[in-house]
């Protein structure tokens, strides 16, 4: 039997405001417990919620660069359950009228580029947190996070795979943090992912039930779960087993889930518009004032390193990690004047030395104007490709201008034929064998006698001298 995935993808983000969704709470993580609380998230009675601009602004903002219809008329509703962590008995949400709809996020996968559809990006409010154990064994409840501004983004079930979900929740984390609207920290929980899960019979009518997976908190437990639920799944459709539409628990150590409850459907959560809430409009000038302030998204840049810079598809991809390496890399491929020579420096020297120190981009004492000024030394002879390496080594730990290092150092190349002339007369002198190999037919051998120029010269001679005017004297 031939079984298909369907898979779609709940994310919750945590936007990057500074007061939670209805009051001036602040918002900061790992605060004390029950500190940034006040009585309007804490739900005391006689208390009305006032939105925050900024978070709507946000939500407009990711809309717009996941190519969604921005509704000028959205509703904020209430979605009606019991939980210890949610203080009101409600969570406001949206659910009708959305802020965002009809969206996409291009991923690529080993088949090529594939458009994962959105089915709509809406506003709501966080919860608490439940911390079980502890002493004497209590449940107790943390408010800080009750309140926080959150941004759901849903999928439609185009996903196929885990390897697909993966590329999808690091294309939307590239997304969020290039457009500063979440910091995509799943470890922290600014970012959530909540799978949903069946397999079907493409040519026939066997399918079977809908799963949602929760806990779920890194890339890695997403891309196992799934694994592990498509795989059940299979089996179950396979073998002609019943499955249920449930909500189950990822347990990270035994690498399984396990039921958590039956999965509710909308309207067990009893939605209705909020009534202590106005409805958002969102007209054309807000807009366009909320794209006037987006820059250009992942994509497009990606694109345009490609067909305006050169740069293969995968150094373009590098080079748009996030939109701080990328600006980089383009002020310093625009002053150097070679784009493929800086993605060089950036992908390897640069980024091996910022991993081994935990060196932030933006704290890095390398400039692009440093970086364009190492790659200019290197295209004009002054140094070799080998003594740039040093150069920047230097220039990353000291922050000095790559010309001081070089000058400080006396590690100038040497490029002057007149001088290199003799030293290249005694390597020849020196070296009878290597000689007459070269000139029995065997040029491999040029590379003993350059070898002994450069380490004569302590690694300064320019190669490309040396090679041409050694060829010249043995041709001769």
């Known amino acids: ?66 190519h969604c219809d921005i509704a000028p008329h959205s509703v904020f509703a209430r979605k009606n359950y019991y939980y210890p962590d949610l203080p009101k008995n409600y969570q406001i949400s949206q659910y009708e009228l959305p802020l965002c709809e009809n969206g996409y996020v291009l991923i690529d996968t080993d088949s090529g580029p594939k458009r994962i559809r959105v089915r709509r990006v809406h506003l709501e409010e966080d919860t608490g947190k439940n911390i079980h154990g502890g002493a004497g064994a209590a449940s107790r409840i943390d408010f800080n996070r009750c309140g926080v501004p959150l941004m759901e983004i849903v999928s439609e079930p185009d996903l196929a795979s885990a390897d697909e979900c993966r590329a999808y929740l690091q294309k939307l984390q590239l997304i969020l943090r290039w457009m500063g609207v979440c910091d995509g920290n799943m470890e922290e929980g600014s970012m959530r992912c909540e799978p949903t899960v069946n397999v079907i019979e493409p040519d026939g009518d066997g ?4 799963v949602e997976i929760k806990n779920l908190a890194s890339f890695r437990a997403v891309h196992q779960a799934v694994d592990f639920e498509i795989e059940r799944h299979t089996k179950a459709l396979t073998g002609g087993d019943e499955t249920i539409r449930e909500t189950r628990r990822w347990l990270q150590a035994e690498g399984r889930t396990e039921t958590m409850r039956s999965k509710e459907e909308a309207h067990d959560y009893r939605y209705f518009p909020e009534p202590d809430l106005m409805p958002l409009a969102v007209d054309e000038a807000l807009i366009e004032h909320i794209q006037g302030e987006t820059p250009e998204g992942p994509d497009a840049v990606r694109e345009r390193f490609v067909s305006e810079l050169g740069l293969s598809e995968y150094d373009a991809t590098v080079m748009t990690q996030s939109v701080e390496f990328s600006g980089f890399f383009e002020e310093a491929a625009a002053q150097a004047g070679d784009a493929k020579a800086v993605a060089n420096w950036m992908q390897s020297d640069f980024a091996r030395l910022l991993n081994e120190t935990g060196t932030p981009l933006a704290e890095a004492k390398v400039t692009p104007a440093r970086l364009a000024e190492l790659v200019k030394l290197i295209a004009d002879g002054t140094i070799s490709s080998k003594m740039g390496k040093d150069v920047f080594e230097a220039m990353f730990e000291s922050g000095d201008p790559p010309s001081k290092i070089v000058e400080d150092q006396g590690m100038s190349q040497i490029s002057d034929a007149s001088a290199l002339e003799p030293i290249i007369e005694r390597a020849i002198a020196e070296n009878p064998d290597a000689v007459e190999k070269y000139k029995s037919g065997k040029k491999k051998a040029l ?30």
């Not at 399918?207 to 809908?210: R, V, Y």
């Not at 002994?452 to 190669?463: C, D, I, S």
């Open 1 to 66: 039997m031939t079984t298909q995935a369907l898979i779609g993808l709940e994310v919750h983000a945590q936007l990057l405001t500074e007061s939670k969704m209805f009051c001036g709470c602040p918002t900061d993580f790992g605060a004390p417990p029950n500190t940034h609380v006040c009585p309007v998230c804490t739900a005391q009675p006689g208390v009305l919620p006032v939105p925050n601009q900024r978070a709507v602004e946000m939500v407009v903002r990711t809309g717009l660069a996941l």
């Open 207 to 210: 399918k079977t039930a809908l």
């Open 447 to 476: 590379g003993a006698l350059v070898g002994q120029v450069m380490k004569e010269t302590k690694g300064q001679a320019n190669p490309a001298v040396v090679n041409q005017l050694l060829s010249q004297m043995l041709d001769n």
